[in-house]
């Protein structure tokens, strides 16, 4: 159960077509992975979720020339000695970012292996699982051009009803009247039976984010994620003032010490850390005592390979519910219909939805096989 080896590998594939959210277009899906190899020869798998828009050489050189060296020669088991380990040696410089992404990484692969080594689903590792499958959510709505024909996510949102979603997310923040118009044309298409969040991106100000949310109160959203800057804490303040929609955010925050300020001053309703990003599933634990001790939900951001859409999977089943009641509605599985092949063919049995719910994988660790094949023909050594 001693680390020997850690392999960092960079994928990158262009986009056969590219698309946009509100703040850039996306011309390629790319992903930084980890394996991290005991003397036994058992093998545990890892990410750092590069969002699309993050050069995967970043943070495959934080893994390879900073943390690696440190965590070498420490048994599998030390995943809370090692997360401080690997955050106070970075502490000086890599509070955020790509180094708390490197330490995701690790972090996911050694809970990997302590599962293959307990003969464990990690679920279970991290405490047991508070539910045994999870409703999904379609999250895509990402523009081809920056017309204002809203046609293209109408028969989006048709397609996903048709695949049997019950959910989705709409991707917002291309003008606060052209916003308002996509959601009224959906709706129209889909009808009232289908529950709808709404992503913005962080495109507008408070006073922005205020009229928008005065226009979508119509259509009883489960949530409006990231209406402003993740630095404007004081925003999300204002904007709780002013709207019952509940606010979601976090997927741009790093770490308990991060997230401390959105949870204990209530800026939010929804905490969204991503467990490829934020942390690892180490952190995920630390967000989630912090959270439940506030009163604030977590429900999980997710948009990364395989690798972290299973870790993520775990993530869930292990998230308490704030308020459990007879009738609580526990966190929901963001599932990326958006083109990527890493998540796609990277393991032999990807996450699948099945009428707009996924089930727990009960293999040893994240419960994945990768691809070899697919590995060697599409990732580099770093």
């Known amino acids: 159960m001693i680390i020997q080896d850690i392999h960092v590998y960079t994928m990158s594939s262009e986009l056969p ?16 992975i980890v394996q991290v190899v005991t003397r036994d020869g058992v093998s545990g798998w890892g990410e750092a979720l590069c969002a699309g828009l993050l050069e995967p050489e970043l943070a495959a050189s934080v893994i390879k020339h900073v943390l690696k060296p440190l965590v070498i020669g420490h048994n599998v088991n030390e995943t809370e000695v090692l997360w401080h380990k690997l955050y106070n040696h970075t502490r000086d410089y890599g509070r955020k970012g790509v180094v708390i992404a490197g ?51 109408v028969d989006e949102a048709k397609s996903h009803v048709g695949a049997g979603f019950r959910k989705m997310k709409i991707k917002l ?7 308002i118009q996509v959601m009224e044309d959906i709706r129209n298409a889909i009808g009232d039976d289908i529950e709808l969040m709404v992503d913005v991106n962080h495109a507008y100000t408070v006073s922005e984010a205020s009229l928008l949310a005065d226009g979508l109160k119509q259509f009883r959203l489960r949530w409006l994620e990231e209406p402003v800057n993740p630095e404007d804490k004081e925003g999300f303040r ?47 634990q630390h967000i ?50 958006s083109s990527h092949p890493f998540r796609s063919d990277l393991v032999h049995q990807p996450i699948q939805q099945h009428q707009g719910i996924v089930y727990l994988p009960e293999g040893s660790g994240h419960g994945f096989i990768i691809d070899e094949d697919f590995l060697q023909e599409n990732a580099k050594l770093y």
């Open 173 to 179: 923040g291309f003008g606060i009247e052209h916003d």
């Open 103 to 153: 330490i995701s990484a690790i972090d996911i692969a050694l809970w990997d292996l302590k599962g293959k080594y307990a003969k464990q689903p990690t679920h279970a590792m991290l405490g047991g699982a508070f539910r045994d499958k999870v409703d999904a959510y379609a999250t895509g709505f990402f523009r081809k051009s920056l017309d204002q024909d809203t046609q293209a996510l």
């Open 288 to 337: 989630n005592t912090l959270a439940l001790a506030n009163g604030i939900q977590v429900n999980p951001h997710v948009w990364g390979t395989a690798i972290g859409q299973y870790a993520s999977l775990h993530a869930i089943a292990a998230t308490p519910t704030v308020n459990p009641t007879l009738a609580d509605r526990g966190p929901i599985f963001e599932y990326d219909t």
């Open 238 to 284: 204002l904007l709780k003032q002013k709207t019952l929609i509940p606010l979601a955010a976090g997927e741009s925050e790093f770490t308990m010490y991060g997230f401390r300020e959105l949870l204990n001053t209530r800026c939010i309703d929804i905490a969204q850390p991503d467990v490829a990003m934020a942390g690892g599933l180490t952190a995920m």
């Open 17 to 32: 077509q590219p698309f946009a959210f509100s703040q850039q277009w996306i011309q390629r899906r790319s992903a930084t």
